[in-house]
């Protein structure tokens, strides 16, 4: 089956950076898109950018731009994201998802599943 | 970046009443909105694709609809287990933004 298996909790000093795995499992990994997304604690879902596994493409929320990095290791089917500069509003949990699609005449609809479990980065001096 | 604004916040009701959370972009985004339905320290997983079609495995009490900027997720008859709070998503931008969320509570 489909799988997303992030790494372990993080914790980091204020200015520091993190980088979070994400292996996929149960499909060709380089034939979907593999998004971030972070949620705050008790806020909303935030979404961070996207990496295609293919070619290495990415797409960064604009808010995001310049301290997140996604990069993928196609050999051993992993992506990665790197967030730089961190501060205590970095704290969240950050999700990997894959991209799923259906194609309908003239258009194809997009939506995450599934979702890795989350990785917690708690940002603390 | 399209915004997605859902009301209510919060809502309260009983087991077996009707409950619709409504949706709305800040641009015409056609059909393409996903709903989800998340549960405490869980990842969220995906309703409603397209503003109305059910992922396989989705009950039917959960449906989906509207176009262009305005939709809404129901629930026909609220059961415990659907304790979540629900986010919609536009898929018609690759800027993809996620509404605020609603969070369900039985009263």
């Known amino acids: 089956q489909v799988q997303l298996v992030q790494s372990g909790a993080e914790v980091k000093k204020p200015g520091a950076s993190v980088k979070v795995s994400c292996k996929a499992s149960g499909y060709i990994f380089i034939d979907y898109y593999i998004y971030w997304v972070r949620q705050a604690p008790g806020q909303g879902l935030e979404w961070m950018g996207w990496?295609?596994?293919?070619?290495?493409?990415?797409k960064y929320a604009q808010k995001f731009q310049g301290r997140v990095t996604l990069t993928r290791d196609t050999s051993i089917s992993t992506v990665y994201m790197e967030l730089s500069g961190l501060t205590s509003v970095d704290t969240a949990i950050y999700f990997c998802a894959r991209d799923s699609r259906v194609v309908v005449p003239g258009t194809m609809y997009n939506w995450f599943d599934p979702w890795g479990p989350g990785t917690l980065v708690s940002v603390s001096s | 970046d399209i915004q997605m604004t859902q009301s209510p916040s919060s809502l309260s009701a009983s087991v077996g009443d009707r409950v619709t959370i409504t949706c709305r972009a800040s641009q015409t985004i056609n059909n393409y909105l996903n709903w989800y339905q998340q549960k405490p320290g869980k990842a969220p997983k995906i309703l409603i694709y397209a503003a109305s079609s059910l992922q396989s495995g989705v009950p039917s009490r959960f449906s989906g609809s509207g176009s262009g900027t305005d939709f809404s997720l129901t629930i026909s008859r609220l059961q415990p287990e659907d304790v979540a709070t629900y986010f919609c998503?536009?898929?018609?931008?690759?800027?993809?933004?996620f509404g605020q969320g609603t969070k369900v509570e039985i009263k």
């Open positions: 990496i295609n596994p293919h070619n290495g493409g990415t």
């Open positions: 998503q536009q898929s018609y931008s690759t800027s993809w933004t």
